[in-house]
């Protein structure tokens, strides 16, 4: 069963200056599935993500990602085990300098030496998989958001990850990218034998395609379970944020001085 | 891959801009030194004052070129100025009489040894002494000179 | 005045820490120099958009400059009856000061702002991240080779920068201002000294090459991930670097002429 879990974090907890993101988290990511890390924005979803992949360091717990304490490697050892984590950014981060197809070649001829030919035929594969074979030659700029993205998706799988992690991938999307996206992460995960974490905050998108979702808020996981449970769950702020209702536990206000209370008190 | 060929052809152009400018500044606007490490003979100078005169000044002969100051000291014992030129070994001829004086190009330009040639058949040889000098014109010795004379006149 | 007090305090404690992180961040780059060996074509990548996009503003500059060094030269030097020297005059000051100095100002302006804009909108962009992510070192493949190209371009502009000068002086002088052709030339060449006038020069240029790249590509790496940060950084890019080589100016000039 343990060689099963391919990223353990373990009683996380992590401050960015003042402010405490972490407070103890546990996660588990399992070989082949689909886990979404949900929550409302702010909750740090995007530096846990940062915290697998060793670009931040946790103030307590451990987080092991294929075996290896992630932040105990040196610094050769966490750029070897990063060749099998692909990432995609919210933003997609594609190199505005170069091409598509460049941009796909780039983990390619950074960390492999083989013949031009056959680079060009992997990309090719890689673009295919995504739809964008016909747009390899233009350049980042010329995309759309939906497409940027598929690109960026296509060259965080160049390296044939071992897991692959989504940042909010599907937000700030049209409807037909979205269903677009929500089918390749599951087709990708299945057809390449990954596994995959989401990121995300978007409810019915993940839940489609989710093993298994970890509610975030304050620090901790308030919940976790197969998209079913969760459904299920008699928490009322799951609920509130599974079902997206305006007002619940999250108060709709933000916290201060009643409205009474400032509307007199400016008077005075 | 055009474009690549371009931005490398473009980068070599730059670079060899770059040396041949570094070429044209060296061959013609200085001298420079790997031409002329004065393949040559030190002869000695005295003078009684040396004024501006700098190592690397020229020596000339008639105008033209023949070595260059190598070296200024002073001579302790007889408090003079003891001066080393180097003269360019193709101007083996220059006569043991020779003379030399410190002048000044231009009016404020730098100062320099000029040789005026004398008659014997001995030519100067390396560590030979140029006997007849005459040192730099100092302006406020001159001007000085000037007016004890005009007072004389006066007289 | 306590406030003062501490905003002095802050003030200094923030320059040394930057110091602190720049200095960190060179070793870091220069550490990765040796990675640029077997890929020579990332620096001549950089060559180009810092040297050979530079030249335009390099070549019509020097020679203006030039071409004005000769004119004001001539209406001194000539209440002296000193024209001759004016060759001298714009060779020297071109070569020891105007060249390396006036090259490494525009160089600021046209190419350190330009590698400030590019490295901090690469991070803002999280391009610097994703690399990361990739196990690409960005300091490696993006920071070192900008940080060698911006070396070896400042020396090559600043000789183009002061041979087109002389030139530009040349035709002035003897074109327009009746200059004797041979003695503006066998003047500057009798006072004008390879390794004294013309080296030191490209020496002063190499370092105003390092440090001016260095800071072009900290600030860029180190500016706050916004546009606003991006902009900010690239305008202390521009007044840091002049600030820089004007102060270095001043201290190698009375090292090497002094």
């Keep these: 069963m343990a060689s099963d879990i391919l990223v353990d974090v373990k009683d996380l907890c992590f401050r960015r200056g003042e402010r405490v993101i972490f407070d103890g988290v546990d996660v588990q990511i399992r070989k082949g599935q689909v886990t979404a890390i949900m929550g409302p924005s702010g909750t740090g979803k995007t530096t846990l993500l940062r915290l697998i992949g060793g670009q931040l360091r946790p103030d307590r717990g451990t987080i092991t990602v294929l075996g290896h304490d992630v932040h105990r490697l040196g610094r050769d050892a966490l750029f070897r085990l990063r060749r099998r984590m692909g990432m995609l950014f919210q933003s997609g981060a594609l190199f505005t300098h170069l091409s598509v197809f460049d941009n796909v070649a780039f983990p390619l001829r950074e960390h492999t030496d083989l013949p031009e030919p056959l680079i060009h035929d992997l990309v090719l594969m890689k673009l295919q998989a995504v739809g964008l074979r016909g747009a390899r030659d233009l350049m980042p700029s010329e995309l759309s958001g939906g497409m940027a993205r598929r690109v960026a998706l296509a060259r965080a799988v160049a390296l044939d990850p071992t897991i692959m992690m989504y940042d909010e991938p599907f937000a700030g999307q049209d409807p037909i990218s979205m269903g677009v996206l929500v089918s390749l992460i599951r087709r990708l995960n299945d057809a390449l034998g990954l596994s995959s974490v989401v990121v995300s905050h978007d409810v019915v998108e993940t839940a489609q395609i989710a093993d298994r979702i970890y509610v975030l808020s304050e620090g901790r996981v308030v919940e976790s379970g197969s998209p079913g449970d969760l459904g299920r769950s008699d928490s009322a702020w799951v609920r509130q944020f599974m079902q997206a209702l305006p007002d619940g536990p999250v108060p709709f206000h933000y916290p201060g001085p009643s409205l009474e209370e400032d509307l007199l008190g400016a008077r005075r | 891959m055009a474009k690549q060929r371009i931005i490398e052809i473009w980068v070599g152009l730059f670079v060899a801009a770059g040396f041949a400018a570094l070429f044209g500044l060296a061959m013609q606007v200085s001298n420079i030194p790997v031409f002329q490490t004065t393949e040559g003979y030190d002869v000695y100078l005295r003078f009684e004052n040396v004024g501006g005169l700098r190592p690397r000044a020229p020596v000339t002969m008639s105008g033209v070129r023949v070595g260059r100051v190598k070296s200024i000291e002073l001579d302790e014992n007889t408090y003079q100025a003891l001066v080393t030129i180097t003269i360019e070994s193709r101007f083996d001829r220059i006569p043991e009489d020779t003379s030399a004086s410190i002048f000044t190009s231009g009016l404020l330009g730098e100062q320099y040894i000029a040789l005026d040639p004398g008659g014997t058949d001995w030519f100067l040889e390396a560590g030979d002494e140029i006997a007849l000098t005459q040192g730099a014109l100092v302006l406020e010795r001159l001007i000085g000179r000037f007016l004890t004379s005009m007072g004389q006149d006066d007289n | ?258």
């Design chain 3, 1 to 258: 005045m306590t406030g003062l007090l501490a905003l002095l305090g802050r003030k200094t404690l923030d320059s040394f820490s930057r110091l602190g992180r720049g200095t960190l961040f060179l070793l870091r780059a220069m550490a990765g120099l040796p990675s640029l060996l077997p890929r020579p074509g990332l620096v001549i990548q950089q060559l180009y958009s810092i040297g050979v996009l530079s030249l335009l503003i390099i070549v019509v500059s020097g020679i203006f400059v030039g071409m004005v060094l000769a004119l004001q030269g001539y209406n001194t030097l000539v209440n002296f009856g000193a024209e001759q020297s004016l060759g001298v005059l714009v060779a020297l000051s071109l070569l020891r000061e105007l060249g390396p100095v006036v090259t490494a100002l525009l160089f600021a302006g046209r190419a350190g702002s330009a590698l400030t804009a590019e490295i901090g909108l690469m991070k803002t962009t999280e391009q610097l991240s994703g690399m990361e992510m990739m196990a690409v070192d960005p300091i490696k493949r993006v920071v070192a080779p900008r940080l060698l190209a911006g070396f070896l371009a400042m020396p090559l502009l600043a000789v183009i920068f002061s041979f087109l000068g002389i030139m530009g002086a040349y035709v002035v002088s003897v074109a327009t201002l009746g200059v004797d052709d041979g003695a503006f030339w066998s003047q500057m060449q009798s006072a004008v000294d390879f390794r004294e006038d013309v080296m030191n020069g490209v020496i002063k240029s190499l370092v105003f090459g390092f440090v001016a790249s260095w800071i072009a590509v900290f600030e860029g790496y180190d500016a706050e991930p916004t546009s606003e940060g991006v902009s900010r950084a690239t305008t202390r890019t521009v007044v840091h670097t002049s600030l820089a080589v004007l102060g270095l100016d001043f201290v190698l000039t009375a090292v090497m002429f002094g």
